[in-house]
């Protein structure tokens, strides 16, 4: 199996609602993301997912959160912006973009350079 990665960002604010403490007020940050998936295949050049195709699929999903206030986009309308749940969500919607063959892995979202949470199945 290959592991294909990309690791790109997007700037979006948000607020935890619910939460104590100063993430319950509106804040920013520059949010990193980092995409895993894998594949057993390998196209006739020999690459098994071109880096530019997976970075173009990310950027499907996380195009929708950059420069907005995150809670104002669904499902994040409904549901708590946490980095868990916007993990969750990224890895589900990026699924559902990816060519025949290849399957997620595990996305990981960093708030910051030092707090980071990552998801997979």
């Known amino acids: 199996m290959y592991k294909v990665s990309v690791t790109t960002h997007f700037d979006a604010a ?15 940050h520059t949010w990193k993301v980092r995409v895993d998936v894998v594949t057993g295949r390998k196209d006739e050049v020999g690459i098994s997912l071109d880096f530019k195709e997976l970075k173009s699929i990310t950027h499907q999903v996380l195009d929708r959160f950059d420069h907005k206030y995150i809670n104002q986009v669904a499902p994040f309308d409904h549901i708590n912006p946490t ?6 969500y990224i890895f589900d919607e990026i699924e559902k973009l990816l060519p025949d063959k290849v399957s997620m892995s595990e996305v990981t979202v960093w708030e910051s350079e030092s707090y980071a949470i990552s998801y997979s199945r």
């Open 14 to 28: 948000h607020q935890l609602n619910g939460y104590e403490g100063p993430c319950q007020a509106l804040h920013g």
């Open 83 to 88: 980095a868990e749940n916007l993990s969750a």
